[in-house]
């Protein structure tokens, strides 16, 4: 396991503050005023990868008419976002690391507001396709480097909670997106989606520059240059329990991707209700997840990180579960299938601040380096299981209760093998920044 650097436990924070300091200095981070300001801008650069991947889902019919492309060449510019994600976090995660996080975060939020405008102007399928993957990897740089922000200006009992908080906005900005779409595609055209995402780009910029001070000071970065910064990854990586983690959130966004691609399949073509009641469901189920990162939020300040990813993993896997032994006893049904997506989107919503609170804590001596593999791992397994779905068949919901379940399964095998909750690694208390 990777130990924190002593180095790094007496170290200047951007606020005047150090990174170490007494029991109480660490665990209580800025004050709380301040804290507030920066974690809704930090909230702000996670949600517009989500937005910005679905917002435009509504517009794909219009778009491969408008474009001349077909719609696998359409849904490809999707693929091309998800990898450019991908990419970005890998490579900006550890480079920080050595060059500090302010500098990056405003060069990423520029190249995203510059490509989403390629992208509102892109003459065809091709262009549009080139500018979403350069648009990925910029737009990576707000979710990698707000998880190491957080890292380093907070510690103890304070992590879990602004995990927390980041994961449910990972939950609602998918729901909110094609929302926030439709009613851009009400008035105008799928190039407007793109224009509304270069002004929000836009006003990321102006957040960053205003509320996000250098939260790595010179002294605490890897000084042997980008070489040590990505041994540092390969170092994490050979980590038994922290790749633990990471495959548990890997698998787990596995699942959670492929309720979102196979839902509305589910709800609309099997069962027959209407857009508007989908949206609602969909809705009630990105509630739970909400509801699940409140609760985690408030029991990690008094019960072990480890015991509540367990519930988790074991809440998530009881509703998949459920829902196959309901297929195949009691056969489709609309109460059922929502009630047990219901649970399952529930532990999920436990899992993703757990394993994201364990994870960064465990590799604090790279908070970087290990932001990119928890997000890098997060959006491959997604991007990887998002299309299987529809290859299994569209005459029943079980492919996708099913691949949930192996999603699930996979994510518990690796809490067991790898992670191995009952040893404690990656624990915090108020009384330490984590060990």
């Known amino acids: 396991m990777i130990s924190p650097s002593p180095s790094r436990s007496c170290a200047p924070?951007?606020?005047g503050g150090t990174e170490g300091g007494t029991a109480g200095e660490r665990a209580s981070g800025p004050p709380p005023v301040r804290a507030a300001v920066l974690v809704t801008v930090?909230?702000?650069?996670?949600?517009?990868?989500?937005?910005?991947?679905?917002?435009?889902?509504?517009?794909?019919?219009?778009?491969?008419?408008?474009?001349?492309?077909?719609?696998?060449?359409?849904?490809?510019?999707?693929?091309?976002?998800?990898?450019?994600?991908?990419?970005g976090q890998v490579l900006i995660g550890p480079v920080s690391d050595a060059l500090g996080r302010r500098?990056?975060?405003?060069?990423?939020?520029?190249?995203?507001?510059?490509?989403?405008?390629?992208?509102?102007?892109?003459?065809?399928?091709?262009?549009?396709?080139?500018?979403?993957f350069l648009e990925g990897v910029a737009g990576a740089a707000g979710m990698v480097l707000a998880?190491?922000?957080?890292?380093?200006?907070f510690h103890g009992r304070d992590i879990p909670r602004y995990f927390a908080l980041l994961?449910?906005?990972?939950?609602?900005?998918?729901?909110?997106?094609?929302?926030?779409?439709?009613?851009?595609?009400?008035?105008?055209?799928?190039?407007?989606?793109?224009?509304?995402?270069?002004?929000?780009?836009?006003?990321?910029?102006?957040?960053?520059?205003?509320?996000?001070p250098e939260s790595l000071p010179s002294e605490s970065r890897h000084g042997a240059g980008l070489g040590a910064t990505f041994r540092a990854m390969g170092a994490l990586l050979a980590d038994r329990a922290f790749m633990g983690y990471v495959l548990v959130l890997g698998f787990s966004s596995a699942a959670m991707f492929c309720y979102i691609s196979g839902s509305s399949f589910v709800f609309e073509n099997l069962h027959g209700v209407s857009s508007t009641t989908y949206s609602l469901i969909f809705a009630s189920n990105a509630l739970a997840m909400l509801i699940?990162?409140?609760?985690?939020?408030?029991?990690?300040?008094?019960?072990?990180?480890?015991?509540?990813l367990t519930g988790g993993v074991c809440l998530a896997g009881l509703g998949a579960v459920a829902q196959i032994l309901l297929l195949a006893t009691v056969g489709e049904s609309l109460a059922a299938t929502w009630a047990c997506l219901f649970v399952t989107m529930g532990g999920i919503g436990v899992i993703f601040p757990a394993t994201m609170s364990l994870g960064q804590t465990l590799g604090r001596t790279a908070p970087g380096a290990a932001s990119a593999l928890l997000g890098g791992f997060q959006f491959l397994f997604g991007a990887l299981a998002s299309p299987l779905v529809g290859l299994f068949g569209e005459d029943s919901s079980a492919p996708m209760a099913v691949i949930m379940l192996a999603g699930l399964a996979g994510a518990a095998l690796c809490l067991v093998l790898l992670a191995r909750p009952w040893r404690g690694a990656g624990e915090v208390t108020a009384a330490d920044g984590g060990r």
Do not use: E, K
């Open 13 to 15: 924070r951007a606020d």
């Open 42 to 87: 930090l909230g702000a650069l996670t949600a517009v990868a989500p937005l910005a991947t679905d917002m435009y889902v509504p517009g794909f019919p219009s778009m491969g008419d408008s474009l001349g492309a077909s719609s696998s060449a359409v849904q490809l510019t999707m693929t091309a976002f998800l990898a450019g994600l991908v990419v």
């Open 103 to 132: 500098g990056l975060l405003l060069s990423g939020t520029v190249g995203f507001t510059f490509f989403s405008l390629v992208c509102a102007l892109a003459p065809n399928v091709q262009v549009l396709t080139t500018a979403r």
């Open 147 to 153: 998880r190491a922000v957080i890292t380093d200006r």
């Open 167 to 212: 994961s449910q906005i990972l939950g609602v900005a998918p729901i909110a997106a094609p929302v926030l779409g439709g009613a851009v595609l009400a008035v105008s055209t799928w190039r407007a989606v793109f224009v509304v995402l270069t002004v929000i780009g836009g006003l990321l910029l102006l957040s960053v520059l205003a509320r996000v």
């Open 292 to 308: 699940a990162g409140g609760v985690f939020a408030r029991l990690s300040r008094g019960v072990r990180l480890n015991s509540l």
